[in-house]
Nanobody, 121 residues
Framework: VQLQASGGGSVQAGGSLTLSCAAS????????AGWFRQAPGKEREFVAAISRTRGTTNYAGSVKGRFTISRDNAKNTMFLQMTNLKPDDTAVYYC???????????????WGQGTEVTVSS
C-alpha cells in the first residue's frame, strides 16, 4: 500500500495550493481518507476528512471555509484545495486512509510520506 502526497510548496499569505494524494495497492474507494498536518515542534493534527463513497466531509475549525477536501475514486486520488493560506498553515501535510472519516491520527491505517507547505507573511 502506498499513499503519495504531492503539491506542496512555498506561497505568500493569501495564496492558494492544491495537494494531491495518489493511492495504490488498496481499493481506495473502500477507505475513508483524511489530511493531517504537522508543524515544527508540534503534534500531528487533523485538517480534513472525507468518507468512502458519499463524500461526507469534516474539517478542523481552523481551516473551515478555506480548505476543500475531495476525492476521485476512479483515479484513486484525493485532493486538498487550500485557499487564503495563512502563515499558521505552514506544516508538513500528510494524507491517510482508514475505515472511517475520523479526526484521530490513531484511526487511520495507511499514511503518505508528507508534502511541505510554507506560507510566508
Amino acid at each position: 500500500v502506498q499513499l503519495q502526497a504531492s503539491g506542496g510548496g512555498s506561497v505568500q499569505a493569501g495564496g492558494s495550493l492544491t495537494l494531491s494524494c495518489a493511492a495504490s495497492g488498496l481499493a481506495f474507494g473502500d477507505y475513508a481518507a483524511g489530511w493531517f498536518r504537522q508543524a515544527p515542534g508540534k503534534e500531528r493534527e487533523f485538517v480534513a476528512a472525507i468518507s468512502r463513497t458519499r463524500g461526507t466531509t469534516n474539517y478542523a475549525g481552523s481551516v473551515k471555509g478555506r480548505f476543500t477536501i475531495s476525492r476521485d475514486n476512479a483515479k484513486n486520488t484525493m485532493f486538498l484545495q487550500m485557499t487564503n493560506l495563512k502563515p499558521d498553515d505552514t506544516a508538513v501535510y500528510y494524507c491517510a486512509a482508514g475505515r472511517y472519516a475520523e479526526t484521530s491520527v490513531r484511526r487511520y491505517d495507511y499514511w503518505g510520506q508528507g508534502t511541505e507547505v510554507t506560507v510566508s507573511s
